[in-house]
């Protein structure tokens, strides 16, 4: 049965969540985004209200929710902003729940739990200087010796790069697969920051997302024990990807957060600002620009909400996530474009919010994957060139 209504328990973490949001990142937002700087008491109210690992289960110290309620949390955060989303989106989305369906119960033990309780920070490092959507690219690699490896290379464009406590780091650990571009070389590996050799900075000037600290990370040889890779040796891209599948997710959830915050913002205005004497909502250009934000915030939680739905069932969803993730990104690019349209010159300042929301709306069509790798996908899929099959394990579902 199809069932639209959210649990007791979702409107419960949602409620959380957008309190946090609303004490901890909507009044002090733009000045922390003119100063491009990171707000570090973000994480610890994310971690005192024990969302850092919403739906982590609870043997791994998590909450135990489901993924319609990580996406409800990405929401709601980025309806305040973009940053605090991303801040949540690659600790839980790309690594804690990479660690879930992908480690050993000692890796699990050592580091899931600890990311789970928000005592320590996690992030992912697939891209590179050289490498983003092209993620077989890769230069970084890890050669065996003896029971460790020695990890050379440099991870670019790295959410809480300078932040996090531990990296998940994507290498070729097989050079004569590195020379012919066969994916089956590259390995998952759980790297400290406290790890010797590894250091990090972070990348000024950013267009968007400013509050959020994203950087590099340089691995000069680093070395890390066998005991600290995820999965098998061949199966790094495949957990690359199933990352990204979770990801995408959180990606798409907290876009139709924006696109709400450009509705909520762009009517308060058009019902208070006048021309040719009478309100600008009763002009119907105006209207047409609010109609179709309510479009793609429709539309665009249908689509994330029925891939939180398979990801509930254990179900691969690569391709609904990718749909999720090109719509939602694409409507909540038009969205603030038109808010700061109907805003006219106010939208043009900080003085309104509308302004951050569109240059935070831009990054989302670019990372985790661009709106063109998501389109090729989909048309892959539709020509046949692609299908989904089972990988050895997949990001579990949720049990109650
Ligand atoms: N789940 C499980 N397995 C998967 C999978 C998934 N989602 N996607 C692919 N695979 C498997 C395939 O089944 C295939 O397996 P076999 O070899 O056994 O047949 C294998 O992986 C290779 O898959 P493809 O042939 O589909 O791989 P491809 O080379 O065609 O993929 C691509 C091309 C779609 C462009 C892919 O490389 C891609 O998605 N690129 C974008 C990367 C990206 O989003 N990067 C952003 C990272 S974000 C970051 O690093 C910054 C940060 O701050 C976090």
């Known amino acids: 049965m199809i069932d639209f209504e959210l649990t007791e328990d979702h409107k419960m973490v949602q409620s959380v969540a957008r309190e946090i949001a609303a004490r901890k990142v909507a009044p002090t937002i733009r000045d922390f985004d003119r100063k491009h700087e990171f707000d570090p008491t973000l994480i610890t109210a994310l971690k005192e209200a024990d969302l850092m690992g919403v739906c982590v289960p609870e043997k791994y110290g ?8 990580l996406g409800l949390v990405c929401e709601e955060l980025e309806y305040a902003d973009t940053s605090a989303r991303v801040i949540f989106s690659v600790h839980i989305g790309l690594n804690s729940m990479t660690l879930l369906g992908w480690a050993s119960e000692e890796q699990k033990e050592k580091y899931l739990i600890p990311q789970a309780k928000g005592e320590k920070i996690a992030t992912f490092g697939l891209t590179e200087p050289g490498a983003g959507t092209d993620a077989v690219g890769i230069a970084t690699t890890a050669d065996k010796d003896g029971d460790h490896y020695i990890l050379n290379g440099e991870k670019m464009w790295i959410s809480l790069a300078d932040v996090a406590d531990n990296f998940l780091i994507f290498a070729w650990t097989d050079r004569d697969k590195k020379e012919k571009r066969d994916h089956s070389g590259i390995s998952c590996f759980i790297v400290e920051r406290e790890f010797e050799g590894v250091t990090t900075g972070s990348i000024p000037g950013k267009l968007g997302v400013r509050a959020g600290n994203t950087g590099w990370i340089a691995m000069q040889d680093v070395k890390v024990s066998k005991e600290n890779m995820v999965g098998e040796p061949d199966e790094g891209f495949k957990i690359a990807m199933t990352c990204l599948d979770g990801g995408r997710y959180t990606v798409a959830a907290g876009s139709t957060g924006l696109i709400k915050a450009c509705i909520d913002a762009s009517v308060e205005y058009c ?37 939180g739905w398979l990801k509930n069932k254990g179900v691969r969803n690569t391709r609904e996530t990718a749909m999720a993730k090109w719509f939602c990104t694409d409507q909540a690019e038009k969205a603030a474009y038109n808010a700061v349209q109907i805003h006219g010159a106010y939208g043009f300042s900080d003085e309104y919010p509308v302004e951050r929301f569109f240059r935070n709306s831009k990054g989302a069509a670019i990372y985790e994957g661009t709106r063109e790798i998501q389109k090729l996908m989909q048309a892959d899929y539709l020509l046949g060139f692609r299908k989904d099959k089972e990988t050895r394990l997949m990001v579990p579902g949720y049990e109650e």
Not at 62 to 69: A, E, L, T, V
Not at 275 to 281: A, D, L, N, P, V
Not at 286 to 295: G, P
């Open 271 to 307: 019902r208070t600002r006048k021309t040719f004497e009478t309100e600008i909502s009763q002009h119907q250009l105006v209207k047409e620009m609010l109609a179709e934000m309510e479009y793609g915030y429709q539309a665009g939680r249908l689509l994330w909400w029925k891939a």
């Open 62 to 69: 998590g909450m135990g929710m489901d993924y319609i309620s």
